[in-house]
């Protein structure tokens, strides 16, 4: 009577033995299913993360750049890239200027306007606004004397608000048909690779569910056998 007892514990090792084994071959997890799916997964559990990290990064660089040379139009502001230094230092090259359109007349001693002079627009200060000729007077912070002619009323654009230094390459790329399609590419890519990072994530969690009920399938067998 023990020794059958006995022969059948034995028996019941083996099959659990033999129940750990399959386990194995088949990848089945024998603790929580999510740390077995690290340590097989290894460094590709982060890709997902990555992907979306780098893809949004991406997307933000592109609105980032896009923000300041668009909005702006939308508020009333004219802009313009700076190309010669004769506001310098005040105003270097390579900066972009918004400028908001004001009455001629509240123009003081001192204001930067823009100005049309033949097919150029010009920036610089102004020196006198001559209200009974309608006139301005201006100069470059970096010329030694005043301009030789006087800007008239009509030829105003505006008084400049704001400028911001480097920006006016990004004027110049947003400006030529080749510029766009790269920003439009670039934001591809950060929108293509936050796709991608979201599939690999729902396929890492399938892959975990799929562990999750074999290991629970495993357990219902091995207590039914055990019973």
């Known amino acids: 009577m023990f020794a059958g007892l006995q022969k059948k514990a034995v028996g019941n090792r083996k099959n659990i033995v033999m129940a750990k084994k399959r386990s194995k071959s088949n990848n089945v997890p024998s603790g929580d299913g999510s740390v077995n799916i690290r340590k097989k997964a290894g460094l590709l559990i982060y890709v997902p993360a990555l992907c979306?990290?780098?893809?949004?990064?991406?997307?933000?660089?592109?609105?980032?750049?896009?923000?300041?040379?668009?909005?702006?139009?939308?508020?009333?502001?004219?802009?313009?890239?700076?190309?010669?230094?004769?506001?310098?230092?005040?105003?270097?090259?390579?900066?972009?200027?918004?400028?908001?359109?004001?009455?001629?007349?509240?123009?003081?001693?001192?204001?930067?306007?823009?100005?049309?002079?033949?097919?150029?627009?010009?920036?610089?200060?102004?020196?006198?606004?001559?209200?009974?000729?309608?006139?301005?007077?201006?100069?470059?912070?970096?010329?030694?004397?005043?301009?030789?002619?006087?800007?008239?009323?009509e030829d105003l654009i505006g008084i400049v608000v704001k400028h911001i230094p480097i920006m006016g390459q990004l004027l110049i790329l947003f400006g030529s048909t080749f510029g766009r399609i790269c920003m439009i590419c670039f934001a591809a890519c950060g929108a293509l690779l936050n796709i991608l990072g979201s599939r690999f994530r729902d396929a890492l969690m399938y892959e975990r569910e799929e562990e999750l009920e074999r290991e629970r399938l495993l357990a219902e067998a091995m207590k039914t056998k055990k019973d």
Do not use: C, W
């Open 52 to 153: 979306s990290v780098i893809g949004t990064l991406m997307l933000l660089v592109v609105i980032a750049a896009a923000l300041p040379l668009t909005v702006p139009n939308f508020m009333g502001y004219e802009i313009y890239n700076v190309v010669s230094g004769s506001m310098e230092p005040t105003v270097p090259v390579g900066s972009i200027i918004y400028v908001k359109e004001i009455d001629p007349v509240e123009v003081q001693p001192g204001d930067i306007i823009a100005f049309q002079a033949g097919d150029s627009v010009i920036m610089h200060r102004v020196v006198d606004n001559k209200l009974v000729e309608g006139t301005f007077t201006t100069k470059g912070d970096a010329n030694n004397g005043e301009d030789m002619n006087d800007v008239p009323y």
